[in-house]
């Protein structure tokens, strides 16, 4: 099955609008598999409208909890915690110990050296996932709940969840979009991934930010291919991304105009494509075709990876 | 005072805000950048870096001569960062969160502490434009930045927080990570104003939604940040309405911010209509750090 991971390092590049556009694309050719792997702040169901047919509790992870009446205030717990999460002042009087769950990192050592066993370890339940249907086919997408953690664990979750239905419905193709940054919920989308698809923009960040992510993708051995969006907003940074690209051995998709075209599709809450043809639109569709027809090819260098210490 | 500029959704202008809030600060100030995955803010503000050093998370080392192989650490790690095969402990240290709880654990002292590299620290100075007395003045530049193929962010970012002196006086101005999971809370859990930064339209919008959902039991004061107004619909600015956030500034869509921003220019300063209005914005957010010392829970006041 071939996986695509539209990821960007840059939040705000347009990742979820071309990655709507491409599931429109594909449900004319075949249909594929549909992810929402950012977890965290997801937005494709605003484009795609989907129906949940399931939904699933994402349980993840322990907290730990003072029983104030076993707490004897020793201190234990306190001079163990590495998060800080062990705060003074859980009686009204002040006294005592409490646990901040926001700082609560779920290791436990308070719970197992706590000298009068004070310390209960609950289970977290984090968010809720979904198998939804679209009208450019199946959808796997999630929400966690806001300010909690694991969202790398639940991205795992959701791919697995995604692979084994798409293999069921004979869809040979996923489709993610991917959340910003580098960190684990990234890290998490790109494994298994055939192809990472980069979205950037001309700016000192979004080139910096395309960097890191294109780095992260031969660390891990993805092949990655990058499409520009805005580019008309500095053509000179657009052309240097482009040679860039090549000097790195990264795919160069092909450019996007800056377009309030894409903000009009959101409103109506549809994709770019379904909209009357833009030059926009256009260009996405091209980019589209030369993405299904990528040969399969190895990650750019696989030389030993080393992080530049400036990037 | 402590100033978080964060948001929900990535790419609605938080690096944008911060930049121009830390360039017209008319306070002792420090910019820090803790979007640690991505960080930006050195990219506008154009820094003098001084110092980087590499931040390290304390994980476990294996002496395989004392390891007795009872398994009590593998039993009791939380992340699976021990694992008994065999004749042999395993240890992923890529999966280890440095909580130590297997190194207090180990009954042979097998286990002690070494380092895995998280990422590096930076710091350095920048000018503003002018301070109280009319001058332009040095104010204190830092950053971290996550090693490429780390998965994990808030320890850097804890790291660096350690970092921000605690001088009564000077102001600190936070950007944060997007998002609204732990990265993003570990960036304002400590401030004493939140700044959400969003977009008027409906991606804008739902993430919104979600950092008002996760950051308001912070119980902190916190305003909106209205950036492109003008383009896409009015739902963000009904759902401040409704809900009691106050909109400190409208930052107006204009094709030329878009253009100084991709010079990596502070567009406060490239921009002369948007002076004023991150002016009125600063002002607004001193109100609101003023306003939150008189009420805030004593023992949580830092730099009062």
Redesign the interface.
Known sequence: MRELVIISGKGGTGKTSITAAFAHLASLQGGAMLCDLDVDAPDLHLLLSPEHNEEHAFRSGFEAVIDPALCTGCGTCAELCRFGAVRPGQGDDGTGWRIDALRCEGCKVCVQFCPAQAIGFTEKHCGQWYASGTRFGPMIHAQLFPGEENSGRLVALLKKEARTRAEALGLSLLLCDGAPGIGCPVIASLSGASQAVLVTEPTPSGRHDLERVADLCRHFRIPAAVIINKSDLNLQNSADIEQYCQEQGHTLLGRLPHDEVVVRAMVQAKCVTELPATPFSEALRSIWERIVHLEPKAAARPVLFQPKPNA | MIYAIAS?????GK?TVTASLAALWDRPVIAVDLDV??P?LH??LHPELTSEESACM?IPVLDAARCTLCGECAA?C??KALSVMGKTLLLFPEMC?????CL??CPEKALSPGGRELGQIVSGHFRTDHSSSGRAQDAGFLMG?????????PPLM?QVKARLPQTPGTDILIDS?????????NAV?DADVIVLVTEP???GL??FR??V??FR??GKPMGAVVNRAG???MGVQDFCRAQGIPVWAEIPFN?AV??A????EVVARAVPELHAVLLALMARMQGAAATSISTANP?EVRHA
């Not at chain 2, 929900?8 to 609605?12: D, P, S, V």
């Not at chain 2, 969160?97 to 709880?101: A, D, F, L, S, V």
């Not at chain 2, 930045?145 to 962010?153: D, I, K, N, P, Q």
């Open positions: 929900g959704k990535g790419g609605t690096t995955e991505e930006n990219l506008f304390e009791f939380q992340f969160h440095g909580c130590g709880g207090a654990l930045r996550l090693r490429v193929g780390e998965a994990m962010s804890r990570p997007p998002g609204v999971s732990c990265p993003a809370v859990m339209t409906p991606f739902h993430d979600l950092a959902e996760a039991p912070l383009i896409g619909d094709r878009a253009e921003y991709s010079r990596g023992a």
